[in-house]
């Protein structure tokens, strides 16, 4: 709401629109210039982050559940189920990096990495949000006191049949 404060003046499509285009161009600063990685747009739009040649992230807005939000285009299918498609590389593992919004669809509520296969829930990573002015240093700097590093960073929430073994 600070980068953009008239977010409520727009419908939930633009709202969304918004919050999704802010998170791209994050990712395509934060991400430029890092090794083993790079960034795909294909001709129509979709955004891609490929990790060392073995990870291909999508950036999606997330239902509740945690599963993206899309129509089942046949593209949309095809990536599910883990299949080639043109302009995308063909990645070992396949994930989507979603927000969640709040009900108002007005601000993200959460963030979240999350494996999904042929329409399965695989499991979910909780990004938490930094505090503010918290920077996090590698914990192999010396200087780096233990009491200053969070403890927890990142919350995995397992598929239903990890969770009933």
């Known amino acids: 709401m600070k980068k953009y404060p008239n977010l409520a003046i727009h419908s939930t499509r633009t709202r969304a629109n918004i919050i999704w285009d802010l998170g791209v161009d994050r990712v395509h600063r934060g991400f430029r210039g890092v090794s083993n ?10 955004v891609l982050l490929v990790i ?4 291909c992230i999508r950036f999606k807005k997330l ?6 939000s899309n129509f089942p285009t046949p593209a949309a ?3 599910d189920r883990g299949e080639d498609l043109p302009g995308i590389p ?3 593992q396949r994930l989507s990096l979603g927000y969640k919004l709040n009900r108002l669809q007005t601000a993200v509520v959460e ?3 999350t494996n999904i296969l042929n329409g399965r829930y695989v499991y979910g990573i909780t990004l938490e949000a930094p505090s503010e ?4 240093l590698d914990s192999r700097d010396s200087t780096v006191s233990t009491e200053a590093t969070p403890k927890r960073r990142v919350f995995i929430r397992p598929s239903e049949e990890q969770s009933e073994m």
């Open 77 to 79: 299918v095809n990536w």
């Open 63 to 68: 239902s509740m559940a945690g599963f993206p």
């Open 133 to 136: 002015g918290l920077i996090v």
């Open 111 to 113: 963030v979240q990495i």
């Open 52 to 55: 060392a040649e073995k990870v």
């Open 37 to 46: 990685t790079k960034i795909i747009v294909t001709k129509n739009g979709v």
């Open 90 to 92: 063909s990645a070992p």
